[in-house]
């Protein structure tokens, strides 16, 4: 830890940065794979930071996990097997099974040190890893997915990193077509889909991978992520049939029998809508 | 300019930062008010910074200057005269030109420096400083609203800095009061009203202040601003009438006749949703 109080991720691919005021580092482990270094911060509770890059902070981590799950979950007609493809930090995990009618989810990470770490800096997001419907794994999610059974899964989601290092192998066409034969005819596909502001590009280049791996509906969702590039993230969803994927369980998202911070069915109609400049430029995709 | 490329606000008040990668200092000035900076950024064209507080980028001012005007400007039914307090970027101004039926708009900045630079480094933003509706003024825009005439004015715009330093008399009781007066019956008034994440106490006494002041509705829209304390940003739209701030003019919203980057029908409906957490926390306020 320098001698600054605050500590700043830089962004080279976007020319913006964020920071959080910090009260110390309390923990850094070196895994197989990638740096891992968590931190206290005056305003934001404890703070991952993996290889440099910003993960989750205690106090903000829910608008991503939630956007990840429910708008997924709701959007299929009734979800029983999930899988997810990183989301180390169990986040994911257990907002997936706020779901009562949800039957597995397999959570696939690489890195068993992330999941280590967050249960020791955040109990409160690995708090279901014990529910009897969650096999938490560590292995390589491409050969996960390449070995999955086909037809096995309503819901991908992929939780990762961004598409460099590790993670580069989960943002490609071969990737997505094992997806799409694990995928049941009326699966969803989710992946964090990184800033529309700052790389619209890389959400269209994901979304031609998508489609040339077979599947026939996108819907990318905005949403806030104040500790990633430009404050503004997105998922984008892929279906493996022609469907509209801005039609979802609205009644079923307005009586959610869960407490969540962020989602509820008004912000899932909310993150449908597309600002206009997302409009001109996803036009020119698929 | 220090050694570093980059550029930092570290915001202390809310224990988070933001910051661009620098190319190089373009032009400082000292105003009789405050600092005003103005930096050419490697990937968000110029950046304005007011005492050290990051105002403006060329890339992303316009999910703040749209959602400050067309979402008041549909929310009325048929605004004539508007004046802004502050805004002397003149990003809102040319907003809110774009609408053919708005009569006037008097823009009053209490820094001509301000209005300057923005000539110089953000003339997008100054291209309708001509147009023959307009009256761009330097003048304490406390003092301009409490000498304003009574019910003169459809829409009252505070686009202003932070709530400390020269705009702080622009959060409190008694400049609502001079709002309250210069709004016809159903006139609308509306603020900046800072991060929903990190700063719900200021806008929930932001609310308390214009019911204090004798609004009687009220609506805090959030949107995505990357450049402000933690990315997200929001607008808090008051009637001088009870009414349904939800109920706006969509149909003319969906044919607006003018080019934007963020607003639209559908982006207007969603920052109408609210998270569960400002659910909660706005119920708590009248």
Redo the contacts between chains.
């Keep these: 830890m320098s001698d600054t109080p605050?500590f700043?991720e830089?962004f080279?691919h976007?020319?913006?940065?964020?920071?959080?005021?910090i009260v110390r580092k309390l923990d850094e482990v070196q895994s197989p794979f990638q740096k891992i270094e968590i931190f206290e911060?005056?305003?934001?509770g404890n703070l991952m930071v993996i290889d440099g890059a910003m993960m989750v902070t205690t106090r903000?981590n829910f608008f991503y996990h939630e956007m990840m799950s429910h708008a997924a979950i709701y959007t299929h007609a009734a979800p029983k097997d999930i899988a997810i493809i990183g989301g180390g930090d169990c986040g994911t995990l257990r907002e997936c099974l706020k779901h009562a009618d949800v039957r597995s989810v397999v959570q696939c990470d690489i890195d068993e040190q992330v999941t280590r770490m967050a249960e020791k800096y955040f109990p409160e997001l690995c708090e279901s890893n014990n529910d009897p419907r969650a096999t938490v794994m560590f292995d390589d999610g491409i050969a996960y997915m390449r070995n999955a059974a086909p037809e096995s899964l309503d819901i991908i989601i992929v939780d990762s990193t961004d598409p460099v290092g590790p993670a580069e192998g989960l943002f490609n066409r071969a990737f997505y077509e094992d997806c799409f034969k694990a995928l049941r005819p009326d699966g969803l596909l989710v992946q964090q889909s990184e800033s529309p502001?700052?790389l619209m590009h890389l959400i269209q280049d994901m979304v031609g991978a998508m489609g040339d791996a077979g599947f026939q509906s996108f819907r990318t969702l905005?949403f806030?992520?104040?500790c990633y590039p430009?404050?503004?993230w997105s998922c984008t969803i892929a279906g493996k049939q022609a469907r509209d994927l801005a039609k979802f369980r609205l009644p079923d998202a307005a009586a959610k029998p869960f407490?969540?911070?962020?989602?509820?069915a008004?912000?899932h109609?909310?993150?449908l809508?597309?600002?206009?400049?997302m409009?001109r430029a996803l036009q020119q995709t698929r």
């Excluded at 911060?41 to 934001?44: G, I, K, Q, R, V």
């Excluded at 407490?259 to 509820?264: A, D, G, I, L």
């Excluded at 809508?273 to 400049?277: G, S, V």
């Design positions: 605050w700043y830089n080279e976007t020319g913006s940065a964020i920071g959080f005021r911060t005056t305003d934001f903000e502001l700052a905005p806030p992520q104040p430009t404050g503004w407490r969540t911070e962020y989602y509820n008004g912000m109609v909310a993150a809508a597309q600002p206009e400049f409009k």
